[in-house]
C-alpha cells in the first residue's frame, strides 16, 4: 500500500510570492488533514477535511492560506503573498474514520520565505 | 486551548541506557498518541495510548488520565532511536485533530 505523498519536497520563495503544496492521501482515506510544522516545534493543525468537505478551517493563520479537496481525494493547500513567517515544514496526514487509533503522516513539503 | 508540555527538551544517551520521557495535557477527556520522528523522516505512530500501559518491543507508554499525564520508557536504547518524540492529545471530538507538544529530543550516541 503506497503511503501518503507531497509535492513538491522543498521549495523557496521570496516574501510575496506564492506557492501551492499538493498531498495525495492513501487510497480510500476520507479524513485528511494539514498541519504547519515550524522548526524545533511540534505540528500545529491547520485545516481538516471528511471527504470534500472542510470541518474546520478555523486555525489557518489568515486569509492568504486556502486549501481545497474537490473530489474527496487530493488536496492542495496554498499560500498567497507569502511572509517569512510561513516557513516551516508542511505535513498532510490522512485517516480512515473508522480508524480511531492514529493518522498516516507523509514526508511533508519543507518551505524557506526568504 | 489544549495544552500539552513535554519534558525534558532534549537528552542525551549512550547506547544500552534508558529513557523516560514525559507529557502532561490539559484535558482529561483526551485520546492520547506518541509518534516518533526521524530527523528529516515523517511521522509515524508509536502509541495509541488513551489510558492504562502498553508495550511493544523495547517500548513502554503509560498514560494516567486523571493525572493528565503521559510517559513513554524506552529501554536498552540503540542509536536507531534518535530522533524527536511528540505526545499529542485528541480531545474526542470524533475527528481525531491533534494537540502536539514540542517534543523530546533524543540523541543516542555509541
Known amino acids: 500500500e503506497a503511503g501518503v505523498t507531497q509535492s513538491p519536497r522543498y521549495a523557496v520563495l521570496q516574501e510575496g510570492q506564492a506557492v501551492s503544496f499538493w498531498c495525495d492521501p492513501i487510497s480510500g482515506h476520507d479524513t485528511l488533514y494539514w498541519y504547519q510544522q515550524p522548526r524545533d516545534q511540534g505540528p500545529q493543525l491547520l485545516v481538516y477535511f471528511r471527504d470534500e468537505a472542510v470541518i474546520d478551517n478555523s486555525q489557518l493563520p489568515s486569509d492568504r492560506f486556502s486549501a481545497v479537496r474537490p473530489k474527496g481525494t487530493n488536496s492542495t493547500l496554498k499560500i498567497q503573498s507569502a511572509k517569512q513567517g510561513d516557513t516551516a515544514t508542511y505535513l498532510c496526514?490522512?485517516?480512515?474514520?473508522?480508524?480511531?487509533?492514529?493518522?498516516?503522516f507523509g514526508p511533508g513539503t519543507r518551505l524557506l520565505v526568504l | 486551548g489544549q495544552q500539552v508540555q513535554q519534558s525534558p527538551a532534549s537528552l542525551v544517551l549512550q547506547e544500552g541506557e534508558n529513557a523516560e520521557l514525559q507529557c502532561n495535557f490539559s484535558s482529561t477527556a483526551t485520546r492520547l498518541q506518541w509518534f516518533y520522528q526521524h530527523p528529516g523522516g515523517r511521522l509515524v505512530s508509536l502509541f495509541y495510548n488513551p489510558s492504562g500501559t502498553k508495550h511493544t518491543g523495547r517500548l513502554t507508554s503509560t498514560t494516567v488520565t486523571n493525572e493528565r499525564r503521559s510517559s513513554l520508557h524506552i529501554s536498552s536504547s540503540q542509536t536507531t532511536d534518535s530522533g524527536t518524540y511528540f505526545c499529542a492529545i485528541d480531545p474526542d471530538t470524533g475527528y481525531q485533530n491533534f494537540y502536539f507538544g514540542k517534543g523530546t529530543s533524543l540523541t543516542v550516541i555509541p
Open positions: 496526514a490522512s485517516r480512515l474514520r473508522t480508524d480511531q487509533d492514529t493518522q498516516y
